[in-house]
């Protein structure tokens, strides 16, 4: 999909960086579609960065060029890279974990160094801080639009070799369980977003209408423990109720209808916080 480029960050919308990556991107080609994934990224939060390329990507055409820009090692020695997914999506970002969950949910075809002595804003070269504007914003405006292909980013680099930040893998328990993390949470609803995939869930045995044992646990900590039904959507139980769902990830995940699950019950992500599955009464 040329022309269409695509901003992600961790910078919000109080200050003018955004803006200045749209000034940089349109001074490329002022023909761009320029897009806003999110600015919202928590502060230096690349595992939440990650992810929600994953949330995104697929569903954009072939072509579309990804910015990413949550970069607590601008300056430092980092790779800068485009990456090129498996359906021809291409993501230009630093290497440091942002393509972990594209690359090991999806693969990646491709990668490339950035050059920077031809992809970088011209007058930008003792500029050390603000990367996304001098690098990433300009050398995917140039990928959008066509100015240079994607061959042209820079020196092919192994795919293998993309920086992944550490996962634990969701499995099959003792007892009848399935375990797995908390990834990251649906923001604005305050529900819990599992890395349990709905073919392992099934493993259980456990029908719609039925009842779950779910646990919640940060480190040694059991924050949560109680019974709730596994239902289709948030219709199938009473304002108020919790409920466990698949989400459009196709993977487990735990809310209140109308509320969050996340404030209730002050739940947080990351590989420390830990939940399980199991049929009511199975422990």
Not at 3 to 32: H, I, K
Not at 63 to 85: I, Q
Not at 167 to 176: I, K, L, Q
Not at 199 to 207: E, Q, Y
Request: aromatic letters at 10%.
């Amino acid at each position: 999909m040329q022309d269409a480029l695509v901003f992600q960050s961790d910078f919000g919308l109080e200050d003018g960086a955004v803006s200045a990556m749209y000034g940089v991107a349109y001074g490329v080609s002022p023909t761009l579609r320029i897009h806003d994934l999110t600015h919202g990224i928590a502060p230096y939060d690349v595992w939440q960065a990650s992810y929600r390329l994953l949330q995104t990507v697929r569903y954009w055409p072939a072509g579309t060029v990804f910015v990413s820009v949550v970069d607590p090692g601008v300056g430092s020695a980092r790779r800068s890279v485009a990456a090129k997914t498996r359906d021809g999506q291409c993501v230009v970002t630093p290497d440091n974990g942002t393509l972990t969950h594209l690359k090991r949910e999806y693969g990646l075809a491709a990668l490339r160094g950035i050059d920077e002595r031809v992809n970088r804003l011209g007058g930008s070269e003792e500029s050390y801080t603000f990367h996304g504007r001098d690098v990433y914003a300009y050398t995917g405006a140039r990928l959008a639009s066509g100015a240079i292909t994607f061959e042209q980013v820079g020196p092919a680099l192994d795919p293998a070799t993309a920086v992944e930040l550490p996962v634990t893998p969701a499995f099959a328990g003792e007892g009848g369980t399935v375990q797995g993390t908390i990834d990251v949470l649906d923001i604005r609803f305050g529900s819990l977003w599992t890395n349990v995939p709905r073919a392992l869930f099934d493993g259980l045995g456990i029908p719609f209408g039925a009842r779950v044992e779910v646990t919640i646990r940060n480190a040694t900590r059991t924050l949560y423990r109680n019974n709730i039904v596994y239902a289709h959507s948030f219709a199938d139980v009473y304002v108020g109720e919790p409920l466990v769902y698949m989400n459009s990830l196709g993977r487990m995940a735990v809310a209140i209808n109308q509320g969050s699950f996340a404030k209730a019950y002050g739940i947080g992500t990351g590989s420390g916080w830990t939940i399980a599955f199991a049929p009511e009464g199975a422990r």
